[in-house]
Every structure is written in C-alpha cells, then in structure tokens.
C-alpha cells in the first residue's frame, strides 16, 4: 500500500545543519511536501517539489528529490533554536489524499 | 497570508454524545479535507469534499462520521454517538485542486477528547 517512512528523531546544534529523510511508495504524486509541526500548533506548509524537480532551494530550506529511490530530503540551514518542531514527509496519495509520515522531531541544542 | 481556520481548538464530550467540529478553509479554495492524528500516530485521511459533496474517504470514515458544507464558508465534520478511540486531533484543509495538483494548507486543528 501507499506509504511514507522517516526517521523519527534528530538532535543537531544550534548553527549546524540539519538533514530530514524519507521514503516513499507512491511515485505517480505530483507533488512532495515538507509540514512543520510545532507543539500544540497544526500543521504548516513549510515547502514542497514539483515531482519533475530534483532540487528546490528556498532561503535556508534545501529539497532533494530522487525519484528513481523514491528519496525526499529537507536540509535546514544554520538551524536554530526556533527550528525545534516536528517535521513531516508527505506525498499524494491515489485518493487525492496526503500519505503522511510518522514524522520526525527536530531538538536543536544551543 | 489566508489561512485555514477551525473552532474550537479543543473540545470535551461524553462517549456516545455527539459533536460538530468546524472549518472555515481559504476561500478561494474549492477542495476541503479532513485529517485526524490520534496521538503518538501518522496523520491519517478521513474525507475529501469537492462541489458539495464527498469525493473520496477512508475507511476510517465509517456511517458515524459525516461532512457538510452548510453555507459559502464553514466546512463542518460530525461525529455521531462518540467513542473513546476518536479522541485525536482533527485537521482540516484545503486546495485549490485535488493533492495531486495543489498542495493542501491545513488549520490549527480540533483536540477532541472523549471521556
């Protein structure tokens, strides 16, 4: 079935980067999305890549795509304090739906 | 920036009783979903609703759930005679097409907790 995997935890420094991953099953999605979820908030559009598209860049936000993998990363530049949330792979599923991942939870340390 | 807006942000009710949870999606938007993320779990799929009516659901979306857009604005979802395990909380969302083709902006969300 559809289905979305990520890792669920990453603990990185304040001013490192930070490296997301995931894979996914359902390679007819036109698009791939990136959420962030910070606690007791809902679920915002961080950014997302046109399935034609290997690389998106957008200030500190990098997505790679490589779709023959079915491979989809977030890296977060000079990540910082603000940047702690919980960030969600997401990809189109045969029902028009999102086929979410777990989610991963992002600690930045000072 | 429009966003998506849901009331309450948390709700209470007794196991068996009902409830109505609302949307107020983007306005320009024509494609309107709901989500539910029980916790500790991935964010599941409840309904699409396209042109006044439901597009696709899930299996999840069984005869006690039910969706209606009642005026030009409001979205709502019910959920008849509560149970324990629908306590989660519920995401709504639109677009302007389906997810295939534009990407889905979602609201804050509904805790609902059933005792």
């Known amino acids: 079935g559809e289905d979305v995997e990520q890792s669920l935890f990453l603990s990185v420094r304040e001013g490192d980067s930070s490296v997301i991953n995931c894979t996914y099953t359902d390679s007819s999605s036109t698009y791939l999305y990136w959420y962030k979820q910070e606690p007791g908030a809902g679920l915002q559009l961080l950014t997302y890549i046109f399935s034609n598209m290997d690389m998106k860049q957008d200030q500190r936000l990098t997505v790679l795509l490589n779709k023959k993998d079915k491979h989809l990363s977030l890296r977060i530049a000079d990540t910082q304090t603000g940047d702690s949330a919980i960030y969600f792979c997401a990809s189109g599923g045969s029902q028009g739906n999102l086929i979410f991942g777990k989610g991963t939870k992002l600690s930045v340390k000072p | ?115």
Not at chain 2, 20 to 34: D, G, K, M, T
Not at chain 2, 53 to 72: A, L, T
Not at chain 2, 83 to 88: F, T
């Open chain 2, 1 to 115: 920036e429009p966003e998506v807006t849901q009331t309450p942000s948390h709700q209470v009710t007794q196991m068996g009783q009902e409830v109505i949870l609302r949307c107020v999606p983007i306005s320009n938007h024509l494609y309107f979903y709901w989500y539910r993320q029980i916790l500790g779990q991935k964010v599941e799929f409840l309904v699409s609703f396209y042109n006044n009516e439901i597009s696709e659901k899930s299996e999840i979306f069984d005869d006690q759930f039910s969706v209606e857009r009642p005026d030009g604005s409001n979205f709502t979802l019910k959920i008849r005679s509560t149970k324990l395990e629908d306590s989660a909380m519920y995401f709504c969302a639109s677009s302007d097409g389906g997810a295939r083709n534009q990407p889905q902006h979602f609201g804050d969300g509904t805790r609902l907790s059933i005792l």
